[in-house]
């Protein structure tokens, strides 16, 4: 199993909707969040973190965490045709210090 | 803007020959990392740095080698580069001053585009 999980997609959304993109995680002490935007041929972007049970919104985007099911997931609303990039979802792994990132999800918005 | 640079972007070079990149930081943040990027195999660690002269290696380190003698710089070796080792090389930081210093919220640098032939 890996440890940090993602539909690859492509994912394509039509603008204005909500785009929901998910994760899945394997090891249960982890505790901080992550999700990166990464446009072709530049680098990854932090835009959200969570740590707690819930949701955590910024704008028009909204992390959800689920730990009981070793679920994160972040909703874009309103999307428009610039959030199309790949988003890439990021465990930290509390025992071993390190990051570890799924292979990301392919996102477009369809005008 | 993290103010993290790298370089150089983009290099072509042939196989059997040493190269070094480097990453720097001008915000005094503690933890740096190496990761590569390959498409099918997504961002795997090489190797990171928990201060001046700590390093340890990642889940992707045979035929790399770091070194990080001050603060804002770590660089990045491949002794010998073999075709394998064609990627995209991103730079990491992490662990702002007058954080609680923890490695986990990362941001990158603009990444350096290496070509082995």
């Known amino acids: 199993q890996k440890e940090v999980e993602q539909n690859s997609g492509p994912l394509s959304v039509p603008e204005g909707a909500i785009a929901s993109l998910n994760c899945t995680y394997s090891?249960?002490?982890?505790?901080?969040f992550f999700w990166y935007r990464q446009y072709s041929g530049k680098s990854p972007e932090l835009i959200m973190f969570?740590?707690?049970?819930g949701d955590k919104e910024d704008g028009r985007f909204t992390a959800q965490l689920n730990k009981a099911s070793q679920y994160v997931s972040l909703l874009i609303r309103d999307s428009q045709p610039s959030d199309s990039a790949t988003y890439l979802c990021?465990?930290?792994?509390?025992?071993?210090?390190?990051?570890?990132f799924g292979q990301g999800t392919r996102l477009t918005i369809n005008p | 803007d993290a103010g993290i640079t790298q370089s150089p972007r983009h290099k072509v070079t042939e196989t059997g020959t040493p190269v070094t990149l480097r990453c720097h930081q001008t915000?005094?943040?503690?933890?740096m990392y190496w990761y590569r990027q390959d498409p099918g195999h997504g961002l795997r660690l090489i190797h990171y740095?928990?201060?001046?002269?700590?390093?340890d290696k990642g889940e992707v380190s045979d035929g790399y080698s770091v070194s990080r003698s001050k603060t804002e710089d770590f660089l990045l070796t491949l002794e010998s580069a073999t075709s394998s080792q064609t990627s995209v090389y991103f730079c990491?930081?992490?662990?702002?001053?007058?954080?609680?210093?923890?490695?986990?919220?990362?941001?990158f640098g603009p990444g350096t585009r290496l070509t082995v032939l």
């Open positions: 990491a930081i992490s662990g702002k001053p007058g954080t609680s210093g923890s490695g986990d919220t990362q941001y």
């Open positions: 090891d249960r002490g982890s505790q901080s």
């Open positions: 969570i740590y707690s049970n």
């Open positions: 990021a465990v930290w792994i509390q025992g071993a210090q390190k990051l570890v």
């Open positions: 915000e005094n943040h503690r933890y």
């Open positions: 740095s928990y201060g001046v002269k700590d390093t």
